[in-house]
Structures are given as structure tokens and as C-alpha cells.
């Protein structure tokens, strides 16, 4: 009976002058799904070295796929983290880098501009079902929201789940003390659902579950049609919250509850798709928007062998862990050649056939060669921008820092003339500056920057607008 309708479906196709493809009888576009964590470090999964935290089904995700050793964000704060991911495109392009903030907060005016083409649009065109669960970070005005830029519905907290701090001027200290010791009715973050409030202060504790939990269900009423999921999981940023069931799991403590306890929701998804046989459709992503919230101790992660943490221009705060899954398709290996969250979209268009957005500087390759094992990483540079500052580039095993301040503080930012140089391949710690042995490499670097430089057009920023005071949020 299959093979007449398809005989049939064949001969109507022909006789209206057109193919196979204009029949629906291609391939159907592959399934897309996008964990990301908030601050996870490069240190903090099993696979990636950590010798506590127990992530089994995120290591058999890396064992069954490719786990990246040199895979970067494209800044080391949420925000523009985010707004890169999802547009391809370098932060300082889309004005979402700004010079008096480099997030965005409950009171700010700004967002991710409606010029701008997410992968949600970009696949909703092609016919995709599109969602967005978890934390958004791109600003939380209508405007500004998930479903106004792509995505069908949308579920989770506009914003950090520190922000939204309750109660009155509080004492010198205190914030971090409420960090450390951190209670729901702490934060007045609110959960939404599309464009409504649907609790608030959101249940931190259950987040994670909740979130999942969401995923699956859109993965299942999707089952029969290609679908985008982005899940942006709210932890390890601080404050952490774990459900009860994972209260006194982790030998690494609070951190290491919170993180087993996305490991364990992670496994759940990968269940679902093998479960509905989805598996060999469907292409899952697993990475963090920048590294860890060390100034927070031991509730702050690890960066491993890398140097520096979330917020700074080292390796530390922009080198992720990132794991690529799609059996049947993905070569199984470890990744050596760098990557970046800037490639998915472009990587994402090619598998689904569709055309990168026109008219404007994208940033990213295709990975799609390296994905199925035919060919090497195309990337060989990484702008690593602080804000609007271009701070380093690396180009192949080599990264030069121009300029460099403290991941937190006051400290003004120190230039370097000539800049610091670093073999990556030799030293990922960063701790040996060979700018003297290897002047060429130094004035190579220093061409490409000036290159880059070019292609910047200068945009308003989206971060630095405020509400003003007393003006309805």
C-alpha cells in the first residue's frame, strides 16, 4: 500500500511539472534541540574532568557524540551570550553590548531588536515548530519576548534569577549573604507563560523539573513535524535551587545537587526522543553561556584547567563545555578544533536547507563536515569582545590579549603594547607569555584584529536604556 501512495503522490508530482521534493516526499528537515545552562563552568561535568560531580547521561551523550575541547561563547556574560547564540552574529552588531551594563536588568528599555533573524525564525519559515523554555535574558518588554521573535510559545523567567531582589535598602554584605543562603520569596522573578505572569516569585526549587517537563511535552505534541526546542536552563546561576529529591546528592555540594539534578533532567529529554524514535531525526546541542560565577565560592563553578571565570576575556570565562548528539549522523569523537555558539545558527540553516539571512555580517561557519566526521573545524579565530572592547583574538593555537582588567572589580582595564601571547595548544592555563619568542604570530593577530575592526558598524546599544522611574514595566 506504501509503495502505490507513493507511486501515486510520484505521478501527480510529474504531472504538474514538478519533482519528488515538490510531492512532500523528501527527507523531512531534522528535529533541533539547544540545552543551555547558566554559568556552567568547563570543569563541571564528568566527562570534561570534574572528579566529583556525577553526569552520567550527559557523558554518554558525549561518548555517543562529540565533546568539544575548544568550544566558545561569544561573550562571558549572559545577555550577549545569548543574543549571539541565537542570531550567528557578534554582540557589538546587534547593539546588544552596551557601556554602562552588560545585562540586562527588570528596569531596562532595551532588548534584542526586531531587525534581527533568530533561529527560531529562520526554522519557523522552513515550517518548524518553535519553543523557548526556560530563561530569556533579551529583554523582557512585549517586544522584546521569545514569541516576538520567532518562537510559537514560550515558557520561563524573562531574566537572572538573582534579580528582582525583594524587600528594602538592605545593609553593606547583605545581597551576598542571601545568595549564599537563599530562599524563594529572596527574588520576585516571575515565571510566564507566552506574555502572561503565571506565578511569582517562581519556585526556584522546581525550575529545572519544570522546565523539562515542558520540553518533553512539546516534544511529543511535535512528534509528527520538525521542531526547535531551546531550553535555557536558570541554573547553576546563583542563588541555587534543587529540587528535594536531589537535596544531598553530590559530594561537590550544593552546586553538585544542582548540576546531577540537570544531568538527570537532561537524560529524561534523550529518553523522550529515543522513546518516540526520534532519535536518529533529531540533532541535541549541550553547552553553557559563559563560564563560572567564581567570585561565589564553592557555589560558583569550575573552569577547570582554564584560567579566569565568567565575566573576563581569559579562556576561563568564554571556553564551554559543549557536547553534539545525533545518532546515526554525528561522527563519535573529541573535537580538538575550535567552535563556537555563533556557528549553530548557520551549521542549523544548512541542515535544514534553508538560506542564511541576508543583508548583514554573520559570524559563524558551518560545522556540519565536522559534525558527520568529513573534515576538520573552518574556524580558526575567536574575537573575544568585553562589552564594545575588543580584549584578545585567538587565531589557531595562538591568543594575543590587547587589553586586560580583572573578571570583577573596579580595576581599569591595562593595554599591552605588545599585547600578551599565549599557545593554547601548549598552555590553556594561560600562564606563559610568549609574545617575545614569536613576534610574526604577534603581528599576524594584530592584522586581524585590525580587519575585524572594520566590519564593525556602530549600533545603539540595547543594554544601557533604562525605564523610567515610576513607568509601567
Known sequence: MRKSLVLVLLAVAIAAGGDIRSAGLQDPPPNVVIIFTDDQ???????????????????????????????YVADSVCTPSRAALLTGRLPVRSGMAGDTRRVLF??????????????ARMLKARGYATTAIGKWHLGHLPQYLP????????????????????????????????????????????????????????????LTSRYTDEAIA???????????????????????????????????????????????????????????????????????????WAVYDEQGGSAGPLRGAKAGSFEGGMRVPAIFWWPG??????VTGIGSTLDLLPTIAALAGVDLPPGRNLDGHDLGPVLRGSAPSPRQTMFFYRARALHAVRHGSFKAHFITRPDYGNEPPVEHEPPLLYNLDEDPSEKFNVAGRHPEVVAAIQQIAAEHRKSIEPVPSQLDARIPTGAAR
Do not use: C
Open 218 to 292: 512539546f516534544v511529543k505534541g511535535n512528534a509528527e513535524r520538525p521542531f526547535f526546542l531551546y531550553l535555557a536552563h536558570s541554573m547553576p546561576h546563583v542563588p541555587l535551587f534543587r529540587s528535594q529529591e536531589f537535596e544531598g546528592r553530590s559530594a561537590r555540594g550544593l552546586y553538585g545537587d544542582v548540576v546531577e539534578e540537570l544531568d538527570w533532567h537532561t537524560g529524561r529529554l534523550l529518553d523522550t526522543l529515543r522513546e518516540l524514535k526520534l532519535e536518529r531525526r533529531t540533532l541535541v546541542v549541550f553547552t553553557s553561556d559563559n563560564g563560572p
Open 41 to 71: 563552568g568547563y570543569g563541571d561535568l564528568g566527562s570534561y574532568g570534574h572528579p566529583t560531580i556525577r553526569t552520567p547521561h550527559l557523558d554518554r551523550m558525549a561518548a555517543e557524540g562529540q565533546r568539544w575541547t575548544s568550544f
Open 329 to 334: 549522523t554525528i561522527q563519535s569523537a573529541v
Open 106 to 119: 527588570p528596569d531596562s528599555a532595551g532588548g534584542l531588536p526586531a531587525s534581527e533573524i533568530t533561529i
Open 147 to 206: 514569541t516576538s521573535h520567532g518562537f510559537d510559545s514560550y515558557y520561563g523567567v524573562p531574566y537572572s534569577n538573582d534579580m528582582d531582589a525583594t524587600g528594602t535598602e538592605l545593609p553593606a554584605g547583605e545581597p551576598r549573604r542571601r545568595i549564599m543562603n537563599p530562599r524563594i520569596d529572596y527574588w520576585n522573578v516571575p515565571l510566564m507563560r507566552n506574555g502572561d505572569i503565571l506565578e511569582r516569585p517562581a519556585d526556584q526549587t522546581t
